[in-house]
DNA sequence: AATACATATTGACAACTATCGATATGCTTG
DNA sequence: CAAGCATATCGATAGTTGTCAATATGTATT
């Protein structure tokens, strides 16, 4: 079974950076707006702005507008096809790429 | 309690690339020498060299010479660690930081 | 319609990343 | 020790990222 690597880059990438992961950390209990998210940081508006696109765009925030605010939520099922993708791959499995390497001895050893 | 997402940072950069991921996965099931994985790929030697480095910089891939050779093995307890993370920040948890919001509602709503 | 507020977009820029070819280092074997 | 193979490092380069100030857009209120 080859595996999509690249269908979850983009998650990962947005998941990458310290400013992004305490965002998710923010919206794993409810929604927030972006004015309340930004009170936590020190950055400016336009930064956030960008980080929201980065983590919308990748599935793993879900963005609504609400009148003039925009309320963002985590979306659950993204974050834990991620981690669910994490698990896969970092784990030991019967269709495991790995096993077709052509060296690959008895005990997991090659070369 | 303040989580200290900035240690995760370069687990998770070396993880969100498509190359990465895939050597990931090739080495959860045992040991591999960098030609092995290089065959894998259609990059040069010395871009594989610098994509090794980043995961064992991180602490996701152990390497240890072995004579000629370098056998690369996941750290499974590194990234064991990376997804309880994750899985930390992504559900809803009594000590979560989003409860500090000044503005959230008992609907766990803000603004 | 004018003003104010919330958020998005743009343009600029410095820092970082992925890539390569060339070269260096380290190990093994004749 | 010389040659050859495996891996690492270096220097260059194109592309990407995170940041800001300025500006634009969208919404609510007066």
């Known amino acids: 079974m080859e595996r999509s690597y ?13 400013t ?6 923010m919206l794993s ?14 950055i400016s508006q336009s930064t956030l702005s960008y980080h929201m696109k980065i983590l ?10 609400d009148g003039a605010w925009m309320r963002y939520s985590l979306n659950k099922e993204k974050a834990d096809d991620v981690i669910a993708f ?10 495991c790429i790995c096993k077709k390497c ?7 050893r090659c070369c």
């Not at 992004?20 to 950390?25: A, E, P, Q, T, Y």
């Not at 994490?86 to 269709?95: A, P, V």
């Open 86 to 95: 994490f698990t896969s791959i970092t784990c030991e499995k019967d269709d």
């Open 29 to 42: 209990c409810g929604e927030m707006c972006a004015c309340d998210i930004l009170e936590e940081f020190s």
């Open 6 to 18: 690249a269908e979850y880059v983009p998650a990962i990438k947005a998941m990458s950076d310290e």
């Open 20 to 25: 992004r992961l305490k965002i998710i950390d």
């Open 102 to 108: 052509k060296s690959m001895k008895s005990d997991n």
């Open 56 to 65: 919308t765009e990748s599935g793993l925030v879900n963005g609504v507008r």
